[in-house]
């Protein structure tokens, strides 16, 4: 289902389901109260893992915040995905109580419920990547890494102790699968450990297919260093001034390319990225691009990390791009 979709010119549009116009529909039902589009997509989704991962990801998100699921499990206790997105939601539930610093008691039992969804998942359903990916998100709780799960040996001796497993698991479900290298990103960075994490990145990032929107993994590694700078104007002189950081933004961009000839999509966030880091290293005609495959879609980062007002900092670097193909 596809909903009808007509955005004003110039009007920037963020939407969890970005350009997936049958996930978008499902999203406005969900939101509405009403599952069964949810319930077809998934099931049309199950045989591509990448778009399951991807698709269940958003509308957990938006689970997250009704109580949709409560109806369709009382309505629909066996339903397709019903689990998986049980799951999905209480992951996200658990994650925001620990961002907005709820008391340590609710967290807990917040991440309790979740890592008994997310086990129940995993049982469920055979071969779904999101139950491990699920508990690698929950690992960001776990910065102490109290867990044994979360101090496996890592595959490589230059790597620390990590939840290795649970990207194991979630990478042989869905290879390469994005949000499951972001998420082990996420833990490192949790922890302030933006050295692992930059080697973490370094190692594996070799070996990723050609297109994958995993390349863009760099650039988000350079905004949250911008974000957690004490002097932000020498780390904003690396974009135009560090080799390694303009190489990562036009290896990142040539993967784009590669994707969108193969007809693959980036998802906006990725593109939102990239399309920042090519106008930051003086790559504004290559930026245009991004910008304008992105069109009407934006997301609230990176903008958001960079600037106190982030859709003026949006605007001016889209401004910019544009003028330098006309």
């Known amino acids: 289902m596809e909903t009808a979709f007509s955005p004003q010119p110039g009007q920037l549009v963020q939407h969890p389901a970005g350009h997936d116009g049958e996930l978008r529909g499902a999203v406005e039902e969900l939101r509405a109260g009403r599952w069964q589009a949810a319930r077809a997509l998934l099931a049309g989704s199950w045989s591509v893992r990448s778009l399951w ?11 997250a915040h009704t109580d949709v699921l409560r109806h369709w499990a009382r309505e629909e206790p066996s339903g397709f995905g019903l689990v998986t997105l049980q799951a999905r939601a209480s992951v996200e539930l658990a994650l925001m109580a620990a961002q907005t610093h709820a008391e340590p008691p609710e967290v807990a039992a917040r991440e309790r419920e979740a890592r008994g969804w997310c086990w129940q998942a995993a049982s469920t359903l055979a071969g779904d990547p999101v139950p491990w990916i699920g508990l690698l998100a929950l690992a960001q ?20 102790p990590g939840p290795w497993g649970l990207l194991n698991q979630a990478h ?3 290879p390469w699968c994005r949000e499951a290298f972001h998420r082990m990103l996420r ?3 949790a922890r302030g450990d933006g050295g692992t994490a930059a080697e973490f990145v370094a190692t594996y990032l070799p ?8 390349y863009a993994l760099p650039l988000y590694l350079q905004v949250d260093r911008y974000r957690r700078a004490e002097r932000k104007e020498a780390v904003a002189l690396l974009w135009t001034n560090d080799q390694g ?3 990562a933004a036009w290896r990142a961009y040539e993967h784009w390319r590669t994707a969108r000839s193969a007809g693959d999509r980036w998802l906006v966030t990725d593109e939102s990225h990239l399309a920042h880091a090519l106008w ?3 790559k504004p005609e290559q930026a245009a691009e991004v910008f304008a495959s992105l069109d009407p879609f934006v997301s609230s980062q990176p903008w958001a990390s960079l600037s106190g007002r982030p ?13 330098a193909v006309r």
């Open 311 to 323: 859709e003026d900092l949006l605007r001016q670097a889209m401004a910019q791009s544009f003028a």
């Open 187 to 189: 833990f490192w960075l």
């Open 141 to 160: 709780l776990d910065p102490g890494q109290a867990r044994p799960e979360h101090r496996v040996a890592a595959p490589d001796q230059m790597l620390p």
């Open 53 to 63: 991962t991807s698709r269940t990801q958003a509308l957990g998100v938006v689970a």
């Open 172 to 174: 042989l479900a869905d």
């Open 207 to 214: 070996a990723a297919p050609s297109g994958s929107p995993l």
């Open 245 to 247: 950081v303009k190489a």
């Open 280 to 282: 930051a290293t003086r």
